[in-house]
C-alpha cells in the first residue's frame, strides 16, 4: 500500500497548511483509484528539494519524497503521487525493462520516457491527473510502450536535459537511482510490479461488477 509516513507530526513541525494540501491529494487518490494499493513509502520533507518547483521525486528502493514547499494544489500531489508510484509498478527502475538491457542506454532520456509513459496512463484514468495534454501531439502514437519513447526521443536528437514531463525541477530527474538498473536473482522478483499486476485486476474486477449491477 502506498503509505503516507508521519503525517500527523509533520503538521507539528511544517507548514500545517501545506502538509494538510498535501494530504487531502494523497487521501483523493486513494479514494478514487487504485493507485493508492500500489506500493510505495511516501515522504514529506522540507529538505533535498529546496526549488518551489519540485514536486517529487522517487528513488529505486520505493521511497517518494514530497517537497512541502512547493506551491501546489491538491490534485497537483496526488498527480505527484500516482506518477512515482507508477514509476515503482512498472518497473522503469528495473535492467530487464530498460532498452538494450540498460547498457549504454541515455539514463535522462529513459527518465523522460518513462516520464511521458506515465503522464499518458494517469491521462487515459480519466482522473483530470495529465499535467500535460500536449504530450500526444507533440510525440505521436505508441504513449505507453516506453521503449518505443526512448526511441523516438533519440531520433529527435533529445539528449534528456529537459525533464519537462517529470515531477522534479524541469532539467533534474525525479527518477533517483537509474544509474544503478535493478537486477533481481532466481526467485526473486520486483514486489511494485506484483502488486501493480493484482490491484489491476481486481479493479477489473470491481468494474465489471459494477457493469453487471448497474445492467440488472
Ligand atoms: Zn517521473
Given at each position: 500500500m502506498a503509505w503516507l509516513h508521519d503525517w500527523p507530526k509533520m503538521r507539528d513541525v511544517l507548514d500545517k497548511e501545506r502538509v494538510d494540501m498535501i494530504f487531502r491529494g494523497y487521501s483523493g487518490l486513494c479514494l478514487e483509484s487504485y493507485?493508492?494499493?500500489?506500493?510505495g513509502d511516501i515522504y514529506i520533507k522540507d529538505?533535498?528539494?529546496?526549488?518551489?518547483?519540485a514536486l517529487a521525486t522517487v528513488d529505486s528502493q520505493g521511497n517518494i519524497n514530497l517537497n512541502v514547499?512547493?506551491?501546489?494544489?491538491m490534485y497537483s500531489w496526488a498527480y505527484a503521487i500516482g506518477h512515482c508510484l507508477l514509476h515503482l509498478a512498472f518497473g522503469h527502475f528495473d535492467r530487464q525493462n530498460?532498452?538494450?538491457?540498460?547498457?549504454?542506454?541515455?539514463i535522462r532520456v529513459w527518465n523522460k520516457a518513462c516520464d511521458i509513459c506515465v503522464d499518458r496512463v494517469l491521462a487515459e484514468?480519466?482522473?483530470?491527473?495529465?499535467?500535460?495534454?500536449?504530450i500526444e501531439e507533440t510525440?505521436?502514437?505508441?504513449?505507453?510502450d516506453e521503449k518505443a519513447i526512448y526511441e523516438q526521443l533519440l531520433k529527435l536528437?533529445?539528449?534528456?536535459?529537459?525533464?519537462?514531463?517529470?515531477?522534479?525541477?524541469?532539467?533534474?530527474?525525479?527518477?533517483?537511482?537509474?544509474?544503478h538498473p535493478l537486477e533481481y536473482g532466481e526467485g526473486e522478483s520486483n514486489r511494485f510490479t506484483e502488486t501493480y499486476v493484482r490491484e489491476k485486476e481486481r479493479e477489473k474486477e470491481r468494474i465489471k461488477r459494477r457493469r453487471e449491477t448497474i445492467g440488472r
Open positions: 493507485l493508492g494499493r500500489l506500493d529538505w533535498h528539494l529546496n526549488r518551489k518547483d514547499s512547493a506551491d501546489a494544489d530498460m532498452p538494450d538491457a540498460g547498457n549504454g542506454i541515455n484514468m480519466e482522473l483530470g491527473l495529465s499535467l500535460h495534454p500536449d510525440y505521436g502514437t505508441q504513449l505507453t536528437g533529445d539528449d534528456g536535459s529537459g525533464q519537462e514531463y517529470g515531477t522534479n525541477i524541469d532539467g533534474e530527474m525525479d527518477m533517483i537511482g537509474l544509474e
